[in-house]
């Protein structure tokens, strides 16, 4: 075998040494491996060179690879593609397999770099660490053209071993700098006795060094310091807790902050969480807790058993006296109102009070006696009784038209109370609308009084009682008007109910006169017991208030009804007569002064009188349902109210009708008797009364009452000027069929008006008579001072000189009345 090889050792050398004699191209060498790849003769891979005229095998590459690394310990790829003379493409990717194959290599941004470079890069930054004792990975970093995490990576695993120093945020310190640094933080750790935020204290650090090492000292991390702080601690060198990793409580001040919380709760039974939030305890429920389990947490204060305790015995005797007590006052002052309410809800005789109804809490702090509630309620309720007296200027608001109804139909007065109580729910109380002048039969319930030959033709201004209505009429639209109206008065009434009780304000001022030791302890601060204990008795009182007033109105019930009946009355004459009066102010439309003057004449007389007949008795009214006092003759005495009273009585009445009153009495000093007549016939609706209109079949009857009245005035009257203005109405009585009504001003006009309705005698009786009355008045007005004796004289002929011719006035008209 070995005789075989050096055969064809020697046959092999003789090949190669043997000069050929054909010599191939470069072309045919290349077809040459080309065939030969195919034929598979040549079976591994061969690459080309840069300048394309060599093949290389990638084991060569990959071999001339590995020697270069070891000759420079760091070499890029580029500069390896430059050396082997091979594209960067296949060093590129047998740099792959040669990191690969020895772990002593890597591959970092393009380089391959060995260990051993780092191991002398390591040694020579040791160097120069020794030198200046600290030293920044970032300009290590720069230096070697490599990143910071790099340069990190490659230190760690050397440092203690190639590199003699430590590592921290980003920089390189020598032990014996790491030794000094240490000593700074341990002082400063050991010299602190309150909790501190150890940022603070690593920036005072950082300047004191950079202060030190002047220009040519580094910054250090405040991360150094907490390095160097957590192994101090761990080591047990400073005593103390670490909190979120930079607040630094030392064991020193937990130590004090315990015995200062100890002293004060084992001498007050109580601490307040605000002082132990000023001693530095985060939590001071959850530290209480753990440190006396048997103490009871407040919102505010934290206390012994021995607190509820004390104020329990002193709340027990409070309630058998049938007294009341503040717990804050027995309390200590940093007691809020919740901590007084929550320990009140912990003593058992406040639990069993509370249990037996014997006890009410108010305003979080008060324990009040039921007893002590019930004495101040029964004076309270007393007080009632001048509550509806002096409160009369708020009447109790009602629909007046429902006690109009229940009067006029007759209700009982069970029946009464209920429409006090349900107000006007029911609809009884609703308007109807006026339907014309039509004539219709039948009976109206709002009659009495006038005269019955008229009484089946008269018609009335519209109603608020359905039950007055006619049969027969259309009622379709008396609905609708009726559903609006009653909402309005439910409205209204519902507002005008809050004016009708006694409101917080009240039942606070009553409950500090009845209860002195409110104001002397001063407690009048009305959020902490007046308004809620005010809150309790109110709902009480009115309910007391309410039976009370339902009461009353059920004892002047029939005197309500009687009232309403008196007043339907008069109403229904006067206002009769006034629209009787009213007609014969149309013979003067064309002369507008004594137009005037006719009407501010009926305005005073028979206007006011109407309305203050209507004003005085809806007062009466309003005051008997407030219960109030009212003599009984004041319902059938003639009034005369000034304009100050009217105005005063119409501001005292609520809602709309108080707007009507005013509306009405504002028209009654006004120039129309028109304007009047329409506001009249607004209160008298709004007050839920009737009104009879004027048709001509009533006219003739009063014309002819009133004629009847005249003459047996006029037969019987011995004062000659007062006869003058009888005969003038008894004149256009029997010429023009007017009631009128004329003053002293306007007689000389009415007289002249008579002048082509009379024969010359009869006019000339009736003037001269006029003028010797204005003859004697006149006298009579200028009779003063010295011809006060003269002038009586002359007053005493003039007046016989009219008696004389009184019979024959008197003749003209009273002939005529009874022909």
């Known amino acids: 075998m070995d005789d075989e090889l050096l055969e064809l050792q020697r046959q092999f050398e003789s090949a190669q040494q043997a000069k050929s004699s054909i010599r191939l191209s470069e072309r045919n060498v290349v077809e040459l491996v080309q065939k030969l790849h195919e034929l ?16 290389i095998t990638p084991e060569q590459l990959r071999h001339e690879m590995v020697v270069e690394i070891k000759k420079l310990g760091r070499v890029s790829l580029i500069d390896l593609a430059d050396t082997t003379g091979v594209d960067l493409y296949y060093v590129e990717s047998q740099a792959q397999h040669v990191v690969s194959d020895d772990p002593g290599l890597m591959l970092f941004q393009g380089e391959i770099i060995s260990q051993s470079y780092w191991d002398s890069m390591a040694e020579e930054i040791n160097d120069r660490l020794q030198e200046c004792s600290q030293i920044a990975l970032a300009e290590i970093a720069t230096q070697l053209n490599v990143g910071s995490e790099m340069v990190t990576s490659v230190l760690e695993p050397r440092l203690g071993t190639l590199v003699k ?25 050991r010299g602190i006795t309150v909790p501190t935020n150890l940022s603070a204290l690593w920036s ?21 310091f907490q390095s160097l702080f957590n192994g101090i601690v761990k080591e047990g060198e400073v005593l103390g807790s670490l909190r979120a990793g930079v607040h630094w409580t030392p064991n020193v001040f937990a130590i004090a902050q315990k015995e200062c919380v100890d002293s004060f709760f084992s001498q007050n039974s109580f601490i307040s969480y605000e002082n132990l939030n000023k001693l530095g305890i985060s939590q001071p429920v959850q530290f209480l807790q753990s440190r006396y389990p048997e103490g009871v947490p407040l919102v505010s204060v934290f206390v012994h058993p021995s607190m509820i305790e004390m104020l329990d ?53 008060y324990v009040f006696s039921n007893g002590f509630v019930k004495v101040v309620y029964d004076q309270m309720e007393k007080e009632l009784e001048h509550f509806s007296v002096s409160g009369s200027s708020g009447i109790i608001p009602s629909d007046d038209s429902q006690f109009v109804n229940a009067a006029k139909a007759g209700h009982d007065s069970n029946r009464s109370i209920e429409s006090f109580d349900a107000g006007s729910e029911s609809g009884n109380s609703k308007q109807a609308v006026e339907k014309g002048p039509k004539k219709r039969k039948g009976k109206s319930a709002g009659n009495a009084g006038a005269p019955e030959s008229v009484s089946d033709n008269q018609e009335y201004v519209p109603t608020k009682s359905k039950k007055n ?13 009726d559903s609006k109206t009653g909402a309005k008065k439910e409205s209204v009434r519902a507002k005008e109910d809050n004016l009708s009780i006694p409101s917080e304000e009240w039942v606070m001022q009553k409950i500090l006169m ?23 008795l109110r709902p009480m009182l009115i309910n007391s208030l309410k039976a009370r007033r339902k009461a009353v109105f059920t004892e002047n019930a029939d005197r309500i009804k009687r009232l309403l009946d008196n007043l339907q009355r008069k109403l229904d004459e006067s206002f009769l007569n006034l629209q009787l009066y009213e007609r014969a102010l149309d013979l003067f439309e064309d002369d507008q002064s004594t137009s005037v003057i006719l009407h501010r004449h009926l305005l005073r007389t028979a206007a006011a009188s109407i309305l203050d007949t209507l004003l005085h008795n809806l007062d009466i009214h309003n005051k008997l349902k407030n219960g109030i006092e009212v003599e009984e003759a004041q319902n059938s005495e003639s009034v005369s109210l000034s304009p100050g009273e009217r105005t005063a009585i119409a501001k005292s009445f609520l809602g709309s009708l108080s707007n009507k009153a005013l509306a009405v009495v504002d028209a009654l000093e006004g120039k129309r008797v028109e304007t009047f007549m329409d506001a009249f016939r607004e209160i008298v609706e709004e007050s839920g009364l009737l009104l009879k209109k004027l048709d001509k079949k009533l006219e003739r009857t009063l014309l002819h009452s009133y004629r009847k009245d005249l003459t047996s005035q006029v037969s019987a009257e011995t004062d000659p000027v007062s006869l003058l203005a009888k005969v003038v109405s008894l004149l256009y009585i029997q010429v023009h069929h007017k009631a009128l009504q004329a003053p002293g001003r306007a007689i000389s006009v009415a007289v002249s008006r008579l002048k082509d309705k009379l024969d010359d005698s009869a006019y000339k009786i009736l003037t001269d008579y006029q003028t010797a009355t204005v003859t004697l008045l006149a006298l009579i007005s200028a009779a003063t001072g010295d011809e006060e004796d003269c002038s009586s004289d002359r007053i005493l002929s003039r007046r016989e000189l009219l008696e004389n011719q009184m019979p024959a006035l008197k003749g003209l008209v009273l002939s005529a009345s009874q022909s």
């Open 165 to 189: 120093g430590r590592l921290e945020g980003g920089q390189l310190y020598t032990p014996a700098y790491v030794a000094r640094v240490s000593a700074m933080v341990r002082g400063s750790a």
């Open 204 to 224: 005072s650090l950082q300047q004191q060094l950079h202060e030190m090492d002047g220009a040519s000292g580094v910054a250090i991390d405040g991360s150094f």
């Open 40 to 55: 598979h003769i040549i079976d591994f891979d061969l690459l080309h060179t840069v300048s394309g005229k060599e093949y």
């Open 469 to 481: 209505q006619r049969k027969g009429k259309d009622t379709s639209s008396l609905q609708v008007s």
């Open 514 to 536: 009845l209860v002195p030791d409110f104001e002397e302890q001063g407690v009048d601060d009305p959020k902490t017991i007046l308004r809620p204990l005010a809150n309790h």
């Open 313 to 365: 015995a002193a709340t027990e005797d409070a309630l058998e006296r049938g007294s009341w007590i503040d717990s804050l006052s027995v309390l200590p002052a940093s007691f809020g109102p919740q901590d007084a309410f929550k320990i009140m809800s912990l003593c058992p005789s406040v639990q069993l009070a509370l249990k037996s109804n014997k006890a009410l809490i108010f305003g979080e702090s």
